[in-house]
Nanobody, 125 residues
Framework: QVQLVESGGGLVQAGGSLTLSCAASGGTFGSYTVSWFRQAPGKEREFVAALGWSGGNTYFAPSVEGRFSITRDRSWGAMILQMNSLKPEDTAIYYC??????????????????WGRGTHVTVSS
């Protein structure tokens, strides 16, 4: 029932920053948990970060913790992934996902019902 649209992908040099945005149809995510996943060429889709809309808890993959941050704008239904100190290993298609996962499932792809089409991020060395 929810359409998600990612934006902000592009090419950036290693050490630089990039900001991704996920917007929800209807202007709000409602009660959904919203997460970012990424998929590099030849690899499985992996968890990046999540925002718990109830309580405001955040979750990060060890590979991005300390470099990425996640925030929300509930009034506009937007979720922002701020990526700093980017590395070539961060190169991937980044996907926005929404759903109602249990805490134990927040990092799994199958826990989310809605997915965006993805936005490409390329980090050059």
């Amino acid at each position: 029932q929810v359409q998600l649209v990612e934006s902000g992908g592009g090419l950036v040099q290693a050490g630089g920053s990039l900001t991704l945005s996920c917007a929800a149809s209807g202007g709000t995510f409602g009660s959904y948990t919203v997460s970012w996943f990424r998929q590099a060429p030849g690899k499985e889709r992996e968890f990046v970060a999540a925002l718990g809309w109830s309580g405001g808890n955040t979750y990060f993959a060890p590979s991005v913790e300390g470099r990425f941050s996640i925030t929300r704008d509930r009034s506009w239904g937007a979720m922002i992934l701020q990526m700093n100190s980017l590395k070539p290993e961060d190169t991937a298609i980044y996907y926005c996902a929404a759903g109602s996962p249990l805490i134990s499932e927040v990092k799994t792809t199958r826990a989310y019902s809605y997915w965006g089409r993805g936005t490409h991020v390329t980090v050059s060395s």
